[in-house]
């Protein structure tokens, strides 16, 4: 084990199709919705659905210039509405263990059915 994946053994990401109807809704308007969905599962983090980017209001959301990097999946771009900063995100070239993400977005708050 190298000196920058110490801490890091034990942690596991899954990336499946979701069997759920998924919707992302900010203030009443319905921002994305799907049945195509791919559910993420992350040692330590909420499952987060990533839907694809057909399926999101894209004309809805800005690009916030806000990018973060994580080590399992890779450096990650957000989008925001006017009165919701950051409220979405993706990973336009995910590192090739979760690729099945490229081109889809994640909301913080879905609604599943």
């Known amino acids: 084990m190298t000196e920058g994946l110490k801490g890091l053994k034990g ?4 990336v499946e199709p979701s069997d759920r109807h998924v919707r992302a ?10 049945d ?3 559910v993420l599962h992350e040692t330590g983090c909420p499952d987060r659905y990533y839907i694809p980017a057909e399926d999101v209001r894209l004309g809805l959301l800005t690009p916030s210039g806000t990018t973060t990097h994580c080590p399992f999946k890779g450096d990650a771009s957000y989008w925001s509405l006017p ?3 950051d409220l979405v ?3 336009p070239e995910p ?5 099945e993400i490229k081109d889809h977005l994640c909301f913080y708050e879905v609604e599943v059915s």
Not at 11 to 14: G, K, P, Q, S
Not at 25 to 34: D, I, P, Y
Not at 95 to 99: C, I, L, Q, R
């Open 11 to 14: 942690h596991r990401i899954t």
């Open 25 to 34: 809704v900010h203030g009443g308007q319905v921002l994305a919705e799907s």
């Open 36 to 38: 195509g969905a791919l």
């Open 83 to 85: 009165d919701a900063a």
């Open 89 to 91: 995100w993706a990973y």
């Open 95 to 99: 590192k090739p263990e979760v690729a």
